[in-house]
Structure formats: structure tokens, C-alpha cells
């Protein structure tokens, strides 16, 4: 033993360790392979020792050795033998080495299941941290299932090192094993409150993953989000929270409007970039509608688009560009910011600038942003740059079918000019957008056919770039539309004659096609004048051009071009032969080419309507065989010309031959002896040369670069400043016509600069498409955006709020326990069987109230929307909203549930999220033990959550015992309250009057707090107003906003002429002349609803306030910008506040003096039914019923500035009503009946 050990020792020592190994690596850099393979047989070497220290040396090679690239996969089992060493130092190793060169096929991973759940119990906590820290990287599906119960019970560690790490692999257990989530859930969730932070981090961070790709089965887990949002100090988990509310709030747009006042906090408060990005991301995704919010975003992001860190400024620019889509009016407000970063050197940061400019452009600044980036596209360095210029141009005016171009000549120019980039790939997009203009643009067509026709004079200029998809081919959109709108055209002989340049056998292929194609239009429209003129000297010159000059045509290498030139050279050649003849062939001849041609949709193949029967996919004639004649390679006539026939706008790939090196070479010597030996080719500098310039064979030429601070000018191309000038005099002019108006009248809305309804569109853009017959009309065109099928969040996408199944439980490990061999079941004792039959009777009760309450909470909803009146109730319920109405239910997560039980759960997280969403600083919910109160049956108890008095027999059978019992208590308690209530002076109170027994009303007429506040042909308007006690200056009015039309409605602006009393709350620095956008368009004969806020000095009058809702209605003909005015009437009784008050609270304010004001009133109602009168009241004035006996009730409710009110209504015997009131102000009271007897009076 001895001897073993010291030849051990020695071992060791001979044997090379990692340092050495790579000083060796680092000497042999000649032959390094070669080295590498000794030092791989010294290392099977040295795993083939007994020693661990000695493979452990061994496995630590092996791992750096694989970072370089070479296969270790041969030493898995040797890795797995360090794993398994009882020395950390070696365990550490082997997991490190497994960590790196493990995957999902390494075969011996079976072996380390048991090993790896010894480590996970070790004493030794580092132990298994390095267990859990190898697992994380080679995890497999069994290596998952096996060990989750092992890594949960880690959850439960005394020691926060371990729970971090175990919390983390959670994800990947999950990832490879979903089963194991909803099991592992309520723990981990646990977690999220652990009092360690560094685990809490960790349970965030796994959380936030799983919610990143499911975000709907976490929003439960809002409100738990939402405190360590509030408390936590760590920049790097708000960050991960903050992030995951981005991806929440547009699940629950209430969730947003909870977290504007911690977001906003945040953003002002924080100095960490990073969280103050992920902020404003939270407030673009969430509360979009918020202008206060994002007004505040835009002045953030400004600062970090103005901070020297390129990061920052593209980071600030891509939110912005976020913000463009909700706010274009708050990001143009920056306009000069981001045409400086136009001249960044990043060139991303310039893209994204541009980016930006496509959301910022409108009639007025069109021209000024587009001249702007045609200077900058002149100073631009480099091709692509150049050519994102050239293409966001196109992009910005063609946007919304050229939505912002009010004068279609100035377009035209700039297409022209935009001919004269050098270099440019993107002549196709010039060309079509040439075509698109001319076709759909009828008043333009004079205008674009004499510019097309200078673009043909100076064809020789853009034929010299004759590369495909370069500026040359904007000729065949010259040709074209020349060629089709021949009878806008001047001189359409000189035109002919330009196409007919023998220059133009340079253009490519199918170029030339279309140049043909429109040679014989134009000779038709020449031979039309010509004939009316009787100018036979015209028709023999041009018949005679044209045959003379189409042969060049006919010899062109496309085929296109052969066959077109063919047959008009043909067709040619039959008329000249009928003139000579002496007929008139110019009917005919324009007879080829009559008829409108409209753009066909860009989706008209997909919509062709497939016939029945036909099947796309079946083959038409019978399969190829498998014979060897396929092998045959090659063309059997002429060598195939893969490009010839191509279509003129299809993409290509075009194979080229490929000469080899020594061809290149060959030809490069070819190259420049050619150069040298031509006289008009001009030399680069050579740098041998530094004093003279006279050299003996002439060979250099000094070349001078000329500075030309005007671009060169072809004759007849208009040029587009002229038109920028032109719009500055109109509006110049506009202004100097309103100054006047300005002093006599306030302006209403934004200022000149900011509407583009006075600027006037010069051209009207048609909107005719041609669709094939039958086409489905749909605009479903896209591709479903589902995810990979092999995504593994595909699995993960759970339901957590339902209660465990059977089936659902972990996996345990358990000894089979086995008695002589035999198998004995436990019979159960009669106590077991009693026990659980009671059990299951109580588990029969439970479901039973569960359906009962399931059915009361329908039956509820169900009146209440019936009681809705048709009209859109967008708010919460007022049992949802009234803290005082949630119960809390504890959840008792049994792992035999039931699905009514797993039902229940769920609905009670749904209302424990409910609750904390509506209240907007409610503490959570405390389990209270219930108060109940019970009212006699005769008496009718009506309040402002609209109860309804309808009352099944089936809730009047239930618990009548006990119903009856508390009902004798609370007649005792009535008898002796109403004993002590004592009439106030100056008003009646129903006290101490007999109580006969009356059968119950009839059902309450339907009401709705909706009124209507203006309409036209294309919007309805109705609204209601709210108000919350805690601010008693503010009152909100909820608009709902209906599209009548089957358009949509876009660019709401929503403005009210303020009062001194009265002003609406708009944007911060927002002026009160300002219009608030309404934050959504409004989709066919669909509605939406927007909340505006106003403040109120004074509620003791009624306030009226005038205005307008501005909008545009997008139709297929084009946009109509109109206008909507209204008037909004906000009562005195929209600031009065249904606040429940007992009777003796009610007969004390009374007896106090403090309500020394005083009003009467009588008039007759629509509705002679009493219970109908207090329900009306109580529903639109916002009353709450005190106390009722037979025809006269008391009322109290409270205003939100603190006014106490209080009512006697009685009916009196000719069916009218009587109504005393009294209060602190006169004025308020008053206004208060007028309002009552408002709401009864309107039938």
C-alpha cells in the first residue's frame, strides 16, 4: 500500500498540468496539432490510473482542450468518474468538464441520476451548488422529471445559496419538463416573498422568463409584482418587473392605469439609464392614452437622443419611434432633434432617424422634410446609405395613398430629380411610383407626360447605367405612360424619334419590350394629327422612320424584344400599304389601344376564386420516371437562356460562370495594356511621380475635381423649389387673412402650424383597383404568425389557477413494501367509513353554495344589463368597484379537486385581481366575518346599486329558519331605534307610521346613465360623468365614440371652450386653446370609449360648456375631414355622492341646524309607481335611500366638496310628489330638485 502511494505520488508529479499545457500549446504554434495529439495520449494515459487526483488533472486538460474545438465525447465516463470524487475540488472539476462537452445524446447521462440526487442532499452545500450549476447545462427530459422532487425540496433550504440556485434551474426543469410547473408553481411563487433578495431576484428572474412568451396565465401574480415594485430598491429586479408589466398591461388596460404613478416616480427619480428605458417602454405598451405620462417619456427620451453615448441616442430613438405611432403630435414637437441626428457618423443612428421622419411628416411639412433629405442624400458617403435616402423619400410621400401630398406636379419633380443619383439600385421603385402617379393621378397626366417625354430626350444619359434595377429603368416608365397618355403630348413625333435612338439597343431587355410596345402608340397619335391636318409629308416621313429603324429591334438577343418588334414592324409595313392606297388608317390603328387601364390590387392572384374540382396539387400530366434518360444533361437545340424570359419586376439570382484565377489574372494584364494603350482613358496618380508631369509616353493626366455648388441642370426638367415657394406665399397669404379673425375671435384648437384641414389638395387620387371575378373582397392575406413547432414555450402555456389533478402530482420516489410475499389491503374500519362519509357529505354542501352563489352573481349581471337600457356600460360593476362588497376566499388546494371546486379557485383569484385593480389604494383584502341585515318583508328597500326587488322562491325557502330568527332580532332593534328618532324642525320624517303588508312592485323600468351628446351621419357621441369623493374639484366625463359608417374614423381631436369656472385638463404645457387626441380610430360601425377630465371651482350651478370633435373618415375614394359640435351639461347633481347613512345619523344631521337652507317643490311624474320614483332618483341624482315607509322616504347623499343633502319624498294622494330638501347652500339645492324633477318629469 505504501509502495502504491509513493509510485502515486511520482505519477503525479511526472504528469503535466493545465499551465503546462498550454505554455505547450503556445511554444508549438508550427506543428500545434501534432503536439495536441501527444498530449491526447498522455491524458488516456493518465485516466487510466486508480488515481482521482491524477484524472482529475487529466479531465481539466480535457476541458480546455474542448474549448479549443476538439471531440472529448470519448472521456464521458472518465468525466462522470470525477463527478462522483468526494473532494470538492475534483467534484467541481467534473461537473465543470460535463457542463462544457455534455448535450442531450450523451449516452452515459442515464448514470448520473442517482449520483447527481446524492449531491443534491449533500451536507455540503457547495457540493450542491456545483450539482445544481452542472444540471442547469445538461438537463435532459428524464434527468428532469427524475429530480424535481429532489431540487423543490431545495426550495425549503435554510441556506438562501441554495434556494437561489434552485430556483434558477427551475426554468430549465421546465423547459424540459412542463408537467413540472404547475406542481412546482405555488412554491416558487412563495419564493417571490422570500426574505433573502438575492433568492427573490432569482424567482423574478425565472417568472419573468416563463411570462415573457405566456403572459396571460401570469396576470394573477400582478398584484404581488406590483408591492416589490413599490419596495424594492434593486435597479436590476425592477428592471425584470418593470419589463413584465410591459407585457401584461395590454392584457388588462386597468393594470396600466395603476401603474402610472410608480412609473412616473421612477422616471423622474431613477439615474439608472437602463430602468428608465424599460419605464418609458412600460408607459408606450400600457398607458398609451396617458398625455401627462407621455409628454413626460418624450422630454426623457429627448435627453437621451441628446447624450454623447451612441447607445442611448439609438435607444432613445427607437422608444421614440414607439411613441410616433399613439402621439405624432408630441414627437413632431422634436422635429429639429432628429434632423440632426441625420448628420450622426453612426450610420444605425441615422436609419433610425429616418425611421422617425416617416411618422412626423403632414401637408405642411412635407415639402421642407423631403427637401431637406434631398440635400442630405447629395452630401451622403456611401451607396447604401444613398439608397435608404432615396427609398424613405418615395416611402414618406407615397404613405397613406400619398395622404400628405396636396400638389402631385411638385411629386413629379421630385421623382425627376431623384433620376439624376448616381449609382442608385432603386430606379425600379422610382419607376413605379412614376406609373402608380400617372395612372391614378388623372390631373397630373399633362404635366407627368411632358416630363417622361424630356427623360426620353436625355435617354442617352441614364442608358449609360444599364445594370438591372439601376436609374435606367425609370425609361420604362417614360415610355409607358408617353406611350398610353400619347394625347397629353406636344410633339409626339419628337418623342417617337427619341425612342428610336439607336442608344437604346443598350437598355436591357425588357426595356426595350416596352419601348416597342409604345413606339406603336405614338406613331398611332402622330398618324391622328397627322390625317386631321392632311399632312401627308408626316405620315411618309414617320411610316418611313419606323421601318427603317425597328429592324435594330428585330436582332436584339431577348426574345421579347424580337417577337414585339416582328409583329409591329409587320403591322407597319400593312398600313403603309393601305395609305399608299389612299385610305385613313388612323380610326383603326387607335383602335388597338383604346380603353382605361387601372392598377390591379396587389392581392387580386391570391383572391382568384379556385374552381370546384380543381385541385392545385394534383399533377397535370403523369410524373417523371426514374429512367436513366434523365441523366442526359444539356439543351437539345440552342443553349437555354435562364433570364431571357424573366417577368420585368421578378427578383433574381443569376449564376454566373466563374473564370478561374489564372483567367482573372490574364485578364486584368489584358485590362490595363488596354488602358495604357488608350488615349481617352484617364490614369489614377501614381505616387513615383512627385515633380513633373511631363512624361515621355504621355501616359498621365493630371485630373482637377470641380466643386459645383449648383447640380448640373438638364434643359426642361422642372425643378421642385419652386413649389416649396409656392406653398410658403399660400400659407404666407393665409395667415395675413386670418389676422384680423385672430383679434376678434379666439382660435379654437391647434395653431395653424400644427392642422393640415386649410391646406388644399390640389389632385384627387384615385382609388380604382382591378379584382378578378368572384374575388373574395377580405383583406386576409397575411400569414398566421404561430410559433415554431418546436419553440419549447409552446408547452409552457398552462393554466396555474386551477387546483391540482390527481394525475398532476410530482413523481415520488417509494419503497415497495412486500410481506411474505403477499399483497394485503387494509380493510377500512367502520369509524373510517363514518369519518369520510361525513366528509363527503360536507364536500356535497360546499359545491351546492358554490352553484347557488355562481347562480345569484349571474341573475345579478343579468339585471344589471337589462337595466342598462341597450346603452354601452363600459364600467366596472358597482359590486366589483365597492371594496365594501368583496369577500375574500381562502383557497384550499386539495389534490383531488374537483372541476366545480377548480372553478371556484379560479373565479376568486379572477375577483381578488378584480379588486385590487379597482380600488385605487385599497389594502388587501382582510376576511371580515359578514354583517347581516335583514329588512322586513313588507318594507321595500331600494338603493343607488339599483337592487332589484325581484326575489325567487328558491332564496326565500333557503335557511328560512334562520332568516326568521334574525328577523325577529331586527325588529327589535327597528322598534327601539325608531322610538328614539325625533322629527326635524322644517322637514317630515316617515317615523312611528303603522307598516301594512304590501305584495312586492313590479319590476324597475330599464335605465342607463348614458345621455346623448351630439350626432351626424358618421359619429354618435353619449356620455355619463363620474366623480370620486377624494377629489372634490374634479369630475370625469366617459365618452363613448360609435362609428356609424363603414369607414374608418382616425385623427379623433376632442376639444371644450373653457369657462372660468369650468376647464378641461389637458397635456402638461398644454395651452387651454389645445385639443386633446383621442389615443384610438375607430374601426367600422364599431365604438370605443374615452374619458376627459375637467375641473370644477364651484358645484352649486350647472355648468354648459361648447365643443368640437374634429375627425377624418378614411373611405375608398379618399379622406373627409369634418367636424362634430356639441354642448356637455354637467348638472349639479353629477357631483353628488351615494353615501349610505343609518337613521339615527340621519335624524341627528337633521336636529343640528347645521342644513339652514331650505327648497320645496311639487309636480306630477311619468311613472305614478312609488318604488319607480325612489329607484330614478336614487339612480340618476345619486341618492341613497335612509329609511322608506308606505309613499314617503327619506334621501341623503353628499356632495364631493362636502355639501350635505337631504330629502322627504312623498307622494301625495293625486299621484303628484312633494319633495323637501335642505342643505348648507341655497343655490346647491335648488339646482339638486331641479334635477330630480327633471329626471321624473322626461318620459
Not at 411638385?410 to 412614376?434: C, D, F, K, N, P
Not at 339615527?1144 to 344631521?1149: G, M, V
Amino acid at each position: 500500500m505504501a509502495l502504491r502511494k509513493v509510485k502515486g505520488t511520482l505519477e503525479r508529479a511526472m504528469d503535466k498540468n493545465m499551465q503546462d499545457l498550454v505554455r505547450g500549446i503556445r511554444n508549438h504554434k508550427d506543428n500545434e496539432a501534432k503536439y495536441i495529439s501527444e498530449c491526447l495520449d498522455e491524458i488516456k494515459q493518465e485516466l487510466r490510473q486508480e488515481n482521482v487526483a491524477g484524472k482529475a488533472n487529466a479531465v481539466s486538460k480535457l476541458t480546455y482542450l474542448q474549448m479549443l474545438g476538439y471531440d472529448v465525447s470519448w472521456a464521458a465516463f472518465n468525466i462522470i468518474e470525477v463527478m462522483s470524487s468526494t473532494k470538492f475540488t475534483y467534484k467541481r472539476i467534473g461537473y465543470l468538464s460535463a457542463a462544457q462537452s455534455f448535450h442531450d445524446e450523451t449516452d452515459v447521462l442515464m448514470l448520473t441520476t442517482n449520483m447527481i440526487r446524492k449531491d443534491l442532499s449533500a451536507q455540503n452545500m457547495y457540493d450542491a451548488g456545483a450539482a445544481l450549476s452542472g444540471l442547469a447545462c445538461f438537463i435532459t427530459p428524464d434527468l428532469a422529471r427524475d429530480l424535481a422532487n429532489d431540487i423543490m425540496t431545495l426550495l425549503s433550504s435554510t441556506k438562501p445559496y441554495l434556494r437561489k440556485k434552485a430556483v434558477l434551474i427551475l426554468y430549465k426543469v421546465f423547459l424540459k419538463f412542463p408537467e413540472a410547473l404547475r406542481p412546482a408553481f405555488p412554491r416558487l411563487k412563495d419564493k417571490l416573498e422570500d426574505p433573502d433578495t438575492g433568492v427573490q431576484s432569482a424567482a423574478v428572474n425565472v417568472i419573468c422568463e416563463l411570462a415573457r412568451k405566456n403572459p396571460k396565465n401570469y396576470l394573477s401574480l400582478a398584484p404581488i409584482f406590483f408591492k416589490l415594485m413599490t419596495s424594492s430598491t434593486n435597479n436590476w429586479m425592477l428592471i425584470k418587473i418593470i419589463k413584465l408589466f410591459g407585457a401584461l398591461t395590454p392584457l388588462e388596460p386597468r393594470l396600466g392605469k395603476k401603474l402610472i404613478e410608480p412609473l412616473t416616480n421612477l422616471i423622474h427619480s431613477t439615474s439608472a439609464m437602463s430602468l428608465l428605458y424599460e419605464c418609458i417602454n412600460t408607459v408606450i405598451a400600457g398607458v398609451p392614452s396617458h398625455s401627462a405620462s407621455i409628454q413626460l417619456c418624450v422630454q426623457k427620451l429627448r435627453i437621451l437622443i441628446e447624450d454623447s453615448d451612441q447607445n442611448l441616442k439609438y435607444l432613445g430613438l427607437l422608444a421614440m419611434s414607439r411613441i410616433l405611432k399613439t402621439h405624432p403630435k408630441s414627437v413632431q414637437a422634436h422635429k429639429d432633434l432628429i434632423l440632426q441626428c441625420l448628420d450622426d457618423k453612426d450610420e444605425s443612428i441615422r436609419l433610425r432617424a429616418l425611421d422617425l421622419l416617416y411618422g412626423m411628416v403632414s401637408k405642411k411639412n412635407l415639402m421642407e422634410i423631403v427637401k431637406k433629405l434631398m440635400i442630405h442624400m447629395d452630401r451622403a458617403e456611401g451607396s447604401h446609405y444613398r439608397d435608404e435616402l432615396l427609398a424613405k423619400i418615395i416611402e414618406i410621400c407615397c404613405q397613406s395613398n400619398y395622404q400628405y401630398i396636396t400638389n402631385f406636379e411638385w411629386y413629379i419633380s421630385i421623382l425627376v430629380e431623384l433620376t439624376r443619383t448616381e449609382g442608385t439600385h432603386h430606379g425600379r421603385l422610382i419607376a413605379s411610383q412614376m406609373l402608380d402617379v400617372a395612372i391614378r393621378v388623372q390631373a397630373i397626366r399633362h404635366f407627368a407626360v411632358a416630363q417622361m417625354a424630356t427623360l426620353l430626350d436625355n435617354a442617352h444619359i441614364l442608358a449609360n447605367n444599364s445594370q438591372r434595377n439601376g436609374i435606367c429603368e425609370v425609361l420604362y416608365a417614360a415610355s409607358w405612360i408617353c406611350g398610353e397618355f400619347s394625347e397629353h403630348l406636344k410633339d409626339p413625333k419628337s418623342a417617337l424619334e427619341a425612342m428610336l435612338k439607336p442608344k437604346v439597343t443598350n437598355l436591357p431587355g425588357h426595356i426595350q419590350s416596352i419601348f416597342v410596345q409604345n413606339i406603336i402608340k405614338l406613331y398611332s397619335a402622330v398618324l391622328v394629327k397627322a390625317e386631321v391636318e392632311e399632312d401627308t409629308e408626316v405620315l411618309t416621313e414617320t411610316g418611313q422612320l419606323l421601318l427603317d429603324k425597328l429592324p435594330m429591334f428585330v436582332q436584339s438577343a431577348d426574345l421579347e424584344v424580337q417577337e414585339r418588334a416582328c409583329c409591329v414592324l409587320q403591322l407597319m409595313k400593312y398600313v403603309i400599304k393601305l395609305q399608299d392606297k389612299g385610305m385613313k388608317m388612323s380610326d383603326d390603328v387607335s383602335a388597338l389601344f383604346t380603353g382605361e387601364l387601372n392598377p390591379v390590387a396587389s392581392k387580386a392572384q391570391r383572391k382568384v376564386p379556385v374552381p370546384e374540382g380543381l385541385d392545385l396539387d394534383e399533377w397535370i400530366n403523369p410524373p417523371p420516371s426514374d429512367s436513366s434518360d434523365e441523366d442526359i444533361g444539356g439543351p437539345m437545340f440552342l443553349p437555354t437562356m435562364e433570364n431571357e424570359h424573366r417577368l420585368t419586376y421578378q427578383s433574381e439570382t443569376k449564376k454566373g460562370y466563374e473564370p478561374t484565377e489564372k483567367e482573372l489574372n490574364e485578364q486584368r494584364e489584358q485590362r490595363k495594356v488596354d488602358q495604357m494603350n488608350n488615349p481617352h482613358y484617364l490614369k489614377a496618380e501614381q505616387k513615383a511621380r512627385k515633380g513633373s508631369y511631363n512624361d515621355v509616353d504621355g501616359g498621365y493626366i493630371p485630373v482637377s475635381s470641380i466643386d459645383l455648388s449648383v447640380p448640373l441642370h438638364v434643359p426642361g426638367f422642372r425643378t421642385s423649389d419652386k413649389y416649396i415657394q409656392l406653398a410658403k406665399e399660400q400659407q404666407n397669404s393665409g395667415r395675413k387673412s386670418k389676422k384680423k379673425r385672430k383679434h376678434r375671435k379666439g382660435r379654437k384648437g391647434r395653431g395653424d402650424s400644427e392642422s393640415d384641414g386649410d391646406i388644399p389638395v390640389i389632385h384627387a387620387v384615385s382609388s380604382a383597383i382591378e379584382m378578378p371575378e368572384g374575388a373574395n373582397v377580405s383583406d386576409d392575406g397575411g400569414e398566421d404568425n404561430t410559433r415554431p413547432a418546436d419553440d419549447p414555450h409552446r408547452l409552457l402555456d398552462i393554466n396555474l389557477d386551477e387546483p391540482l389533478k390527481p394525475d398532476e402530482r410530482l413523481p415520488v420516489r417509494t419503497h415497495r413494501v412486500v410481506i411474505d410475499g403477499l399483497k394485503i389491503e387494509e380493510s377500512p374500519t367502520p369509524a373510517a367509513e363514518e369519518k369520510h362519509k361525513k366528509k363527503h357529505r360536507k364536500e356535497k354542501e360546499r359545491r351546492k353554495e358554490k352553484k347557488e352563489k355562481k347562480k345569484e352573481r349571474k341573475e345579478k349581471r343579468e339585471h344589471a344589463v337589462n337595466d342598462a337600457g341597450g346603452e354601452p356600460n363600459l364600467l366596472v360593476s358597482p359590486e366589483e368597484e365597492s371594496p365594501e362588497k368583496v369577500t375574500p376566499v381562502t383557497i384550499n388546494s386539495l389534490p383531488n379537486g374537483s372541476p366545480e371546486q377548480g372553478q371556484a379557485a379560479v373565479e376568486d383569484k379572477t375577483d381578488e385581481l378584480d379588486f385590487w385593480l379597482s380600488g385605487s389604494d385599497a389594502a388587501s383584502p382582510v376576511k371580515l366575518a359578514p354583517e347581516v341585515t335583514a329588512t322586513p318583508a313588507k318594507e321595500v328597500v331600494l338603493t343607488s346599486e339599483e337592487e332589484s326587488p325581484k326575489v325567487t322562491e328558491e332564496k326565500h325557502s333557503k335557511k328560512k329558519k334562520e332568516k326568521k330568527t334574525k328577523k325577529e332580532k331586527k325588529k327589535s332593534r327597528d322598534k327601539k331605534r325608531k322610538s328614539e328618532y325625533e322629527e326635524a324642525e322644517g322637514i317630515a320624517t316617515p317615523s312611528k307610521e303603522h307598516v301594512s303588508d304590501t305584495e312586492l312592485p313590479p319590476p324597475l323600468p330599464p335605465m342607463s346613465s348614458y345621455q346623448l351628446l351630439a350626432e351626424n351621419p358618421a359619429i354618435k357621441m353619449v356620455y355619463e360623468t363620474r366623480v370620486t369623493p377624494q377629489q372634490g374639484h374634479n369630475i370625469v366625463a366617459s365618452i363613448v365614440f360609435s362609428n356609424l359608417t363603414s369607414s374608418h374614423v382616425k385623427d379623433l381631436e376632442f376639444n371644450v371652450l373653457d369657462s372660468l369656472n369650468t376647464k378641461l385638463v389637458r397635456g402638461i404645457g398644454a395651452s387651454q386653446h389645445d385639443v386633446v387626441k383621442v389615443p384610438f380610430v375607430l374601426l367600422p360601425n364599431a365604438q370605443n370609449e374615452g374619458q376627459f377630465a375637467f375641473t370644477v371651482e364651484s358645484i352649486s350651478m350647472p355648468q354648459k360648456l361648447k365643443g368640437t370633435l374634429t375627425y377624418i373618415v378614411k373611405t375608398e375614394d379618399g379622406s373627409t375631414h369634418d367636424k362634430l359640435d356639441f354642448r356637455i351639461h354637467l348638472p349639479c347633481s353629477s357631483f353628488i355622492v351615494a353615501v349610505p347613512c343609518k337613521g339615527s345619523d340621519f335624524a341627528e344631521l337633521l336636529s343640528s341646524g347645521e342644513l339652514d337652507e331650505k327648497f320645496s317643490t311639487n309636480f306630477s311624474p311619468t311613472d305614478s309607481e312609488f318604488s319607480h320614483i325612489l329607484a330614478k332618483i336614487c339612480f340618476y341624482t345619486h341618492f341613497t335611500v335612509v329609511e322608506q315607509v308606505d309613499n314617503t322616504a327619506s334621501l341623503y347623499a353628499k356632495s364631493v366638496q362636502g355639501h350635505h343633502v337631504c330629502l322627504l319624498v312623498k307622494q301625495l294622494a293625486n299621484s303628484g310628489i312633494s319633495i323637501d330638501g335642505k342643505s348648507t347652500d341655497s343655490s346647491l339645492i335648488t339646482n339638486i330638485l331641479d334635477d330630480v324633477k327633471a329626471c321624473l318629469t322626461t318620459a
